[in-house]
């Protein structure tokens, strides 16, 4: 069986439209790291850490795991703390380019497999007024860099290079070919 390392509503939506059978479990672990760290490092380092915390509970099943993080000049975005750091977030995002990490980890007993997209988003450039009113309908506060592409978020995106899927934070067609992969491999 699948367990999906994640109780992300977005995540399980995809597994779900994609037709595979899973668990949701929500690992509880740390994702911060005190080095210094590539964000395609990074997002797979997290992931990773996601997947063993699961699979310590179902030791005989496939693990998915992802994490995602958006990055702007070298600076990483994660989820936002509360409101303020939202608005940061957004304003610091405006009007420029910035690019989305998403590392994956599948993972059972026996062997790994960990892999990263990345993605480019360039934002419109939006006012006060515009990030205020999205952060009140709650939206942000749980996505990397604060907003949801495929939300009402996506009123602040011009355009994007990449898959749409690691924007969302699961990039599901090279997951599929992944676990393909995986599986042949049993």
Known sequence: MYI???NSPRRKKLLEDAGLTFKSVSPDVDEYLAEKTKPEKFVQIIAKRKADAVLALYPE???IAADTIVVKDGEVYGKP?????AYRMLKQLSDDKHEVYTGVCILNKDKEVCFYTMSEVWMKNY????IYDYIKTGEPMDKAGAYAIQGLGEQFVDH???DFFTIVGLPLKTLLQELNK???AE
């Not at 703390?81 to 750091?85: H, I, L, N, Q, Y």
């Not at 006012?127 to 515009?130: E, F, H």
């Open 61 to 63: 099943d496939i693990i």
């Open 160 to 162: 994007y290079n990449g």
């Open 81 to 85: 703390k509360d409101e303020a750091d």
């Open 127 to 130: 006012n006060d007024l515009q």
């Open 4 to 6: 999906l390392a994640s």
């Open 182 to 184: 995986f599986e042949e």
